[in-house]
């Protein structure tokens, strides 16, 4: 059996979201390098670049083909759909988004044709899905294109407010919904929903403040640490603070 591979979707885009223009600039090919380290450490296993031609993605290992889609949202949907339905998808892959860092073995969480995060929460109602990782296992390659396709479909179609952020992780509840933990049959295939809390975290507010004093943060005991909106402003620094300890210990 061929080792997991990690993908994580990457293009130069203009910030549309209100969070990305308070953010301002940020490294996102040195965000790749740090992600793609975590892995190569918690999981042994090596991080590929979803692009087009033309973007510099660090040195790393990329799968490249020609994009149409103009914004971002859409944009990750096409490219995830391409890798989907390319002969480069030959091995059990998880998608994780570049502003995130893997501290433990993602290898578990493999369970039916996708495994999505969901949050199920009430206060979640109207977002309930975090695009920020997901399970594509080689086995299920037909029926994970197939669904792709039609969350690309949905998503070109919804209103705009969602087209500059959030359709990727809607065109996706439309399809699978309603949300609940566990496996279910969902638009053709079995879809794992797994509780995000379970296995994500955004970097909390006292590691915030430890980086910034000096201080050692201390590390959720969740395999994947998400750095969303201004947040990755701490990102480079929770990286270098995870030296010389093994991120990859797990």
């Known amino acids: 059996m061929r080792p997991m591979r990690v993908v994580s979707p990457y293009r130069p885009f203009e910030p549309e979201s209100p969070a990305h223009r308070r953010l301002g600039p940020f490294d996102w090919v040195a965000a790749l390098r740090m992600l793609a380290d975590t892995v190569r450490r918690s999981n042994g296993c090596e ?14 290992p990329a799968f490249r083909r020609p994009t149409a889609e103009p914004r971002l949202m859409l944009w990750i949907l096409e490219a995830s759909l391409g890798y989907l339905r390319s002969d480069a998808f ?35 109602h109207n977002r309930p899905i975090l695009n920020a990782v997901q399970w594509w296992p080689v086995a299920s390659k037909a029926a994970l294109a197939g669904f792709y396709a039609r969350a690309l479909d949905e998503a070109r179609g919804l209103h ?50 430890d980086l910034g004093t000096g201080r050692r943060p201390r590390f959720p005991p969740v395999p994947v640490i998400d750095f969303k909106g201004e947040r990755k402003r701490h990102m480079a620094a929770f990286y270098a603070a995870l030296r010389p300890s093994a991120a990859g210990a797990a």
């Not at 991080?47 to 790393?60: F, K, N, P, Q, Y």
């Not at 998608?95 to 995130?100: E, G, Y």
């Open 47 to 60: 991080t590929m670049a979803l692009t087009d031609e033309a973007a510099h993605v660090g040195g790393l």
């Open 160 to 209: 705009e407010s969602l087209i500059r952020w959030g359709a990727d992780s809607e065109s996706l509840r439309i399809l699978v919904a309603p949300i609940a933990c566990g496996v279910h049959r969902r638009a053709g295939l079995d879809v794992a929903m797994i509780e995000a809390v379970t296995v994500l975290h955004s970097i909390p507010d006292r590691t915030a403040l």
């Open 90 to 124: 030959d091995r059990d892959t998880v998608m994780v988004s570049p502003d995130n860092l893997v501290l433990g073995d993602l290898r578990h969480h493999f369970a039916g044709d996708l495994g999505i995060l969901v949050r199920t929460r009430e206060k979640y």
